[in-house]
């Protein structure tokens, strides 16, 4: 599946043969996308197979519990066709880039069960590019903040490493820059939606500071990629900012599908699902 953007191409496409698919969610707009799009994929192409989601929170990312949780009950109601299974970790101990060893060893779990091989069932990250030109300005601030992973550095990132379709793991945004996936999901007309139940904040102390590393690179994207009309307002909470200024229903607002047309198309499917159970039984 690929999505033009103006800032180039994002690009995921789910394999031939696969007997399900792994992702990795941490509450945030780029695993969030992934998501989607593997759930379209599977739908539109008819390919049968569940999708297994692995959350890790510790230490400075707590929310990630709760923003994952949100995506995924996204999906569950946008794609009730879909099998999605949840499995969640916490742990205070692990910092970094271990988070990635806590998903991958739930990934190995689920693989061992049910007696896959890494080429029938990988484990997806939506790990992106930091930001691939002087447009993004990082300002330091003066408390603590979680440093931007050197792995992500444009231009020296190792397809050895983080392989886009290798065995066992898949990081297909990992050429791109967060322009792309914001730029994308505009285009989806996802992002009342995604900006609103995801977060990209590392700060301990609060849950969307606007200073850290990880805040800062969402709003340079947020204001490269997405008309100023839909920049989220200083101040306001984003569910309110959204719901007032798109006149959102609160039937299809509570369930975190973000338009109108969402909404219908999800109660036509649930209606046709409905009817193939009732004529199977």
Same mark, same amino acid.
């Given at each position: 599946?690929?999505?033009?953007?103006?800032?180039?191409?994002?690009?995921? @496409?789910?394999?031939?043969?696969?007997?399900?698919?792994?992702?990795?969610?941490?509450?945030?707009?780029?695993?969030?996308?992934?998501?989607?799009?593997?759930?379209?994929?599977?739908?539109d192409r008819k390919l049968n197979i569940?999708? /297994?989601?692995?959350?890790?929170?510790?230490? /400075?990312?707590?929310?990630?519990?709760?923003?994952?949780?949100?995506?995924?009950?996204?999906?569950? +109601?946008?794609?009730?066709?879909?099998?999605?299974?949840?499995?969640?970790?916490?742990? @205070?101990?692990?910092?970094?880039?271990?988070?990635?060893?806590?998903?991958?060893?739930?990934?190995?779990?689920?693989?061992?069960?049910?007696?896959?091989?890494?080429?029938?069932?990988?484990?997806? /990250?939506?790990?992106?590019?930091?930001?691939?030109?002087?447009?993004?300005?990082?300002?330091?601030?003066?408390?603590?903040?979680?440093?931007?992973?050197?792995?992500?550095?444009?231009?020296?990132?190792?397809?050895?490493?983080?392989? !886009? /379709?290798?065995?066992?793991?898949c990081h297909p945004f990992v050429l791109?820059?967060?322009?792309?996936?914001?730029?994308?999901?505009?285009?989806?007309?996802?992002?009342?939606?995604?900006?609103?139940? @995801?977060?990209?904040?590392?700060?301990?102390?609060?849950?969307?500071?606007?200073?850290?590393?990880?805040?800062?690179?969402?709003?340079?994207?947020?204001?490269?990629?997405?008309?100023?009309?839909?920049?989220?307002?200083?101040?306001?909470?984003?569910?309110?900012?959204?719901?007032?200024?798109?006149?959102?229903? +609160?039937?299809?607002?509570?369930?975190?599908?973000?338009?109108?047309?969402?909404?219908?198309? !999800?109660?036509?499917?649930?209606?046709?699902?409905?009817?193939?159970?009732?004529?199977? @039984?």
């Open positions: 599946m690929e999505i033009n953007t103006k800032f180039g191409i994002l690009e995921a @496409t789910i394999p031939e043969g696969q007997k399900g698919v792994g992702i990795a969610i941490s509450g945030g707009m780029d695993s969030a996308t992934l998501f989607y799009m593997i759930c379209k994929q599977i739908r569940p999708v /297994y989601c692995y959350v890790v929170a510790y230490d /400075y990312d707590r929310g990630s519990l709760y923003n994952g949780g949100l995506v995924i009950k996204h999906m569950r +109601k946008e794609f009730p066709d879909i099998k999605i299974h949840a499995q969640m970790f916490v742990t @205070t101990e692990a910092i970094g880039h271990i988070k990635a060893s806590f998903a991958g060893a739930m990934y190995h779990d689920t693989l061992r069960k049910n007696k896959w091989t890494g080429t029938e069932f990988r484990l997806w /990250y939506g790990l992106t590019s930091n930001p691939q030109d002087d447009s993004f300005q990082f300002q330091e601030p003066k408390e603590w903040y979680v440093t931007p992973d050197s792995a992500r550095t444009p231009g020296k990132i190792d397809l050895r490493a983080k392989p !886009r /379709y290798g065995i066992g793991a791109v820059d967060k322009r792309v996936i914001v730029a994308a999901v505009h285009e989806l007309d996802l992002w009342y939606c995604f900006d609103t139940i @995801t977060n990209s904040c590392t700060n301990i102390k609060q849950y969307d500071c606007g200073e850290c590393w990880w805040c800062q690179e969402r709003s340079w994207a947020t204001k490269c990629a997405v008309p100023k009309e839909d920049w989220p307002r200083e101040g306001v909470q984003k569910l309110i900012h959204y719901g007032s200024q798109k006149d959102i229903d +609160k039937l299809w607002r509570d369930g975190v599908v973000w338009t109108k047309e969402g909404y219908l198309a !999800r109660q036509e499917l649930l209606k046709k699902l409905g009817n193939t159970v009732t004529n199977n @039984t």
